[in-house]
């Protein structure tokens, strides 16, 4: 167990629909990341929130969005939900920003969209 | 577009031989690389880091990079039924502010 937890475990959405993802960092950790895994497929880096600051933004639409807040626990906001974005979500805390400090993943969100 | 490249496998290799994972990537900018393990229907979990040029040795772990030939490995010595999982090669791009990760590449270790 790395103490990052998320909720919901599952959620099915149908598309064109909204979506919030919640991620509780481990104790003491000032940065998250947020990544989505498709099957088969490595995380993709989405964003990276340092101090409640976004930290770095990987090739993902604006309709992707998120929030870090002063307890450091963060959202992950997803609008006009397409079929394509049925994945893992995964989010990754770590003590510094950027990666130089070891990240530890939660155990993720799947996200089904109908 | 930057990228990070490795085989899909699966790799076979019989218990206790060496497992040798490849990565190649494309951002020749890159400064940090990482090595992940993950079990099915799990989240990665770091096994190490490496930032210089030349091998680094944790337990049964040696990574190795080669920066002029944009390549980083992992090798896995003694290997074990516990070492099967996908292993996910990740590079930090942009002076640290984005991270890829390859596609991983799935290892079993043959009893």
């Known amino acids: 167990e790395t103490g990052v937890t998320q909720s919901p475990t599952h959620l099915i959405k149908t598309r064109g629909q909204q979506v919030t993802l919640r991620c509780s960092s481990q104790?003491?950790?000032?940065?998250v990341s947020w990544y989505q895994q498709a099957l088969g497929q490595g995380p993709q880096f989405i964003f990276q929130y340092y101090r409640e600051e976004e930290n770095g933004r990987g090739n993902f639409p604006p309709r992707f969005s998120g929030l870090q807040f002063p307890n450091y626990s963060s959202e992950l906001n997803v609008n006009a939900l397409e079929l394509d974005d049925s994945a893992l979500y995964l989010c990754a805390s770590s003590l510094g920003q950027g990666y130089t400090d070891t990240q530890y993943f939660g155990p993720g969100t799947r996200l089904t969209v109908l | 577009q930057k990228e990070v490249e490795q085989n899909s496998g699966p790799l076979s290799v019989p218990e206790g031989a060496i497992a040798s994972l490849n990565c190649t990537y494309s951002?020749?900018?890159?400064?940090?690389f990482f090595w992940y393990r993950q079990y099915s229907g799990k989240s990665p979990e770091l096994i190490m880091f490496?930032?210089?040029?030349g091998d680094k040795e944790d337990g049964r772990f040696t990574a190795q990079l080669n920066k002029a030939s944009q390549y980083v490995s992992l090798l896995i010595r003694d290997s074990q039924p516990s070492d099967s999982a996908t292993y996910l090669c990740a590079v930090t791009v942009n002076r640290d502010d984005k991270i890829i990760f390859g596609k991983g590449t799935r290892l079993h270790i043959l009893p």
């Open positions: 104790s003491g950790h000032n940065t």
């Open positions: 951002d020749r900018g890159s400064q940090s």
């Open positions: 490496i930032y210089s040029n």
